[in-house]
């Protein structure tokens, strides 16, 4: 009955995708990695949630901020910070990274999923040690909120 209902749900899908999604013991989610700001950044630290477990997130949503020094070529001498809006919907499951942890870019510092009714079944998750969210897997877009001023001409 089960490989039925997974031939049915997956028939646009690859067979490999569907076999992960069934074989986890997870709902479906998706990792929000801390993003890679810069080509340079070696770490970012979360400098503020702007949602919280449970909370849902919808398309363009501001999720958090970002704070680092490796935003330009040559380390900033104080932090520049971030806004990170989400370009996903559903509900935060899990913040991974409280504020003021540091997370190399493409660590794992929430995770998503797509019904209100899943988030409990993430209460204990621990992403496994070395999982970095894969490129393109989560869709985000940063702006500038501090700590870079506007250099005068001629100086």
Same mark, same amino acid.
């Given at each position: 009955e089960r490989s039925s209902? !997974?031939?049915?749900?997956? %028939? &646009? %899908? /690859? $067979?490999?995708?569907c076999a992960r999604r069934w074989s986890s013991t997870l709902p479906p989610h998706k990792l929000v990695p801390m993003p890679r700001l +810069? &080509? @340079? !950044? /070696? @770490? *970012? /630290?979360?400098h503020r949630w702007r949602v919280g477990d449970g909370d849902p997130v919808h398309l363009y949503d501001l999720m958090c901020e970002v704070s680092t020094r490796e935003l330009l070529e040559e380390p900033t001498p104080n932090d520049v910070v971030m806004e990170v809006e989400g370009h996903e919907d559903g509900f935060i499951a899990k913040i991974l990274a409280p504020v003021g942890t540091a997370a190399a870019p493409d660590e794992p510092i929430a995770v998503l999923c797509e019904e209100?009714?899943?988030v409990p079944a993430f209460a204990d998750y621990t992403p496994p040690a070395g999982t970095l969210v894969p490129a393109g897997q989560f869709i985000w877009q940063a702006y500038l909120v +501090? *700590? $870079?001023?506007a250099n005068e001409c001629g100086k």
């Open positions: 209902d !997974m031939m049915r749900c997956c %028939r &646009p %899908r /690859t $067979l490999a995708v +810069s &080509p @340079t !950044m /070696t @770490t *970012g /630290t979360v209100l009714q899943d +501090s *700590g $870079l001023e």
